[in-house]
């Protein structure tokens, strides 16, 4: 039950990207076409939840024991770049299919505030290491939904007729503004 | 003389980080609830932008060029990690209020797009100029759409009261407190984008 309210809260509550404000880059910047953010969520939800387990046991079993916890924002973006690399070196021979699919998106994820987010959300909220996955997954769901739903919207906005000025970003904005004003409608579930 | 005014002032506008280049939207959106905020924000990213442009202009030469983007990491991070202790030492308020998102400025694109662009390449003054001017955009950027949606969902800008929305029965003001939610920051943001498109266009 308590694992259900987590993914409840993270899917819907607070959405990671409409009402925490991460991972807004990649919301943004690839959100042109369904089909690259169904690959960018397959990619983040990957790297999430590998990330938030990898650094949860660093620090829990490293930081923490040696009175270390200065060095998290170092340590936690260090071992989330070399995840990335390895995971697309992994994907690179084991599954080439796969690959193929998250390939291009990997390297963008380093700079995706989401990972190191919900890393640093994870050790703020003191959750045992199976809060942690189930936090991360519920997270990176939320980012997909978020993420394919506004992709969805804005295919339909290329083929309307914006005022000049909004066209292109300030329009996709204004459209992030009114989803996220939707989401909040889930405010009471939690 | 010339290069350097040139270097100061295209953050603000011209090549402003958030309103054109678009970097660095994740803060952008999330502490501009109010014009403190966002100018607290603004300025915390500005020395790390500062400092690591200066290290990074320093260490360029030393620094093979396939292990180069790790290495800049590294460098910001532990900026950033200064900046995270000394704000939770001095401005604790402010702090408590930016959270999350003062680790997070290692991974604002802003800081590791200009070492890459300008420290990397640059000498070292030149670089701590740059870092200085962008800064004061992103700080710009912040502030401005922290005290409009200020204005307009709290009826305050820096925290003084402005008595321009009417009063219900208990004297509280009645304002667009949509503004200071999520939903506010994207439009506010957008529309900011699209009247710098317009200046930017003449």
């Not at chain 2, 200085?132 to 305050?156: P, V």
Request: proline share 4%; hydrophobic share 55%; with cysteine.
């Amino acid at each position: 039950m308590e694992y259900v309210l987590i993914i409840i809260g993270a899917v819907f509550v607070n959405n990671i990207v409409l009402a925490q404000f991460l991972g807004v880059c990649p919301f943004l910047g690839v959100s042109g076409k369904v089909s690259t953010s169904v690959g960018m969520s397959g990619a983040v939800m990957f790297v999430l939840v590998i990330a938030t387990m990898v650094t949860w046991l660093i620090q829990n079993y490293i930081l923490n024991p040696f009175g270390l916890g200065f060095l998290q924002t170092i340590t936690f973006i260090l071992v989330i770049a070399s995840l990335v690399q390895m995971v697309e070196i992994i994907l690179k021979k084991i599954s080439p299919p796969l690959y193929q699919a998250l390939g291009i998106f990997l390297p963008l994820i380093t700079t995706n505030c989401a990972v190191l987010g919900v890393a640093i959300l994870t050790i703020q909220k003191d959750f045992s290491l199976m809060e942690g996955v189930v936090f991360a997954v519920g997270n990176s769901i939320g980012f997909g939904l978020a993420m394919i739903l506004f992709s969805g919207i804005r295919e339909h906005l290329e083929l309307m007729e914006v005022p000049k000025g909004m066209a292109g970003v300030p329009a996709a904005l204004i459209v992030g503004g009114i989803l996220a004003l939707a989401f909040m409608g889930f405010t009471g579930l939690a | 003389m010339n290069s350097i005014v040139q270097n100061l002032t295209k953050g603000l506008i011209k090549e402003n980080p958030v309103f054109v280049l678009l970097l660095g939207l994740c803060p952008t959106l999330g502490v501009t609830t109010s014009a403190i905020n966002g100018l607290g924000m603004g300025l915390a990213t500005t020395f790390v932008l500062m400092m690591s442009n200066m290290s990074i202009s320093m260490v360029k030469n030393f620094i093979p060029d396939k292990v180069r983007i790790p290495a800049f990491i590294v460098i910001i991070a532990s900026f950033v990690t200064v900046v995270d202790l000394l704000m939770q030492g001095y401005l604790q308020a402010l702090h408590g209020q930016l959270g999350l998102f003062i680790p997070l400025i290692v991974v604002n694109c802003i800081v590791l797009g200009r070492a890459e662009a300008f420290a990397s390449k640059n000498n070292i003054f030149d670089s701590i100029i740059d870092g200085l001017g962008m800064g004061l955009g992103f700080s710009l950027a912040l502030t401005i759409l922290g005290g409009i949606r200020e204005i307009l969902g709290s009826g305050a800008i820096f925290g003084i009261p402005l008595h321009i929305f009417p009063v219900d029965d208990k004297g509280n003001p009645i304002t667009m407190i949509v503004f200071v939610l999520a939903p506010g920051a994207f439009i506010v943001l957008g529309y900011l984008i699209a009247i710098t498109k317009k200046i930017n266009s003449k």
